[in-house]
């Protein structure tokens, strides 16, 4: 059974930064696609970047270029989010999200939300106090 657990989530001030991390088990997840999503309250919930199998190729969010990196650990069966300078408008409940369908359509298709990702964790609250 997969199972995707947030971690890292809390309070902080704008300009700060944060790490986000996600647990991954029930699956050797080495082929498999990662990434992060997040719902602020009264929106939908949106896509914030993803990372290939490799963790070689990753792709965000233009709210977040620049700010926020993805990193994966194969070995681990770990993904990180490191958010830096950090605005209010990031406050967010942050869902870890992995699918199976890495390849470049799969991708692209998550990125314009086309296709959704198919296993996902409960959710990490960020709150930016400005």
């Known amino acids: 059974q997969v199972q995707l657990v947030e971690s890292g989530g809390g309070l902080v001030q704008a300009g700060a930064s944060l790490r986000l991390s996600c647990a991954a088990s029930?699956?050797?997840?080495?082929?498999?696609?990662m990434g992060w999503f997040r719902q602020a309250p009264g929106k939908e919930r949106e896509f914030v970047g993803i990372v290939n199998w490799s963790g070689e190729d990753t792709l965000y969010a233009d709210s977040v270029k620049g700010r926020f990196t993805i990193s994966r650990d194969n070995g681990a069966n770990t993904m990180r989010l490191q958010m830096n300078n950090v605005k209010p408008e990031d406050t967010a409940v942050y869902y870890c999200?992995?699918?199976?369908?890495?390849?470049?359509?799969?991708?692209?298709?998550?990125?314009?939300?086309?296709?959704?990702?198919?296993?996902w964790g409960k959710g990490t609250l960020v709150t930016v106090s400005s």
């Open positions: 999200a992995a699918d199976p369908r890495s390849g470049g359509p799969f991708i692209r298709a998550v990125v314009s939300g086309i296709q959704r990702m198919g296993y």
């Open positions: 029930g699956r050797d997840f080495d082929a498999w696609a």
